[in-house]
């Protein structure tokens, strides 16, 4: 089973940038899919977006589509999260999910990383 790892959470005033990354530590990593989510205190987890791992096509979710961007490096099998615009609301734990191939459910997660927009 891959590990995920994420990083490059923190605390950030409302408007500010962060940039998440997510490594998976496996030798050989292929996934289908790559993608992110978070969860807010209180709330349920709500999907951010994903990176088709193959081709590079990105999917949003509305409430950030047009301030967070995703990319993804093969070569260091990693993936990232650009955040802009950050807003309050955007605080919760971020986390990175694979789509492992084969599969069609995300099935390998990260442990997550803290995101705090403070108004």
């Known amino acids: 089973q891959v590990q995920l790892v994420e990083s490059g959470g923190g605390l950030v005033q409302a408007g500010g940038s962060l940039n998440l990354s997510c490594t998976a530590s496996?030798?050989?990593?292929?996934?289908?899919?790559m993608g992110w989510f978070r969860q807010a205190p209180g709330k349920e987890r709500e999907f951010v977006g994903r990176?088709?791992?193959?081709?590079?096509?990105?999917y949003y979710a509305d409430s950030v589509k047009g301030r967070f961007t995703i990319s993804s490096e093969k070569a260091k099998n990693t993936v990232y999260l650009q955040m802009n615009s950050l807003k309050p609301e955007d605080t919760a734990v971020y986390y990175c999910?694979?789509?492992?191939?084969?599969?069609?459910?995300?099935?390998?997660w990260g442990q997550g990383t803290q995101v705090t927009v403070s108004s």
């Open positions: 496996a030798r050989t990593f292929s996934p289908v899919i």
């Open positions: 999910a694979a789509v492992q191939a084969g599969g069609t459910l995300y099935n390998s």
């Open positions: 990176i088709m791992w193959s081709s590079g096509g990105t």
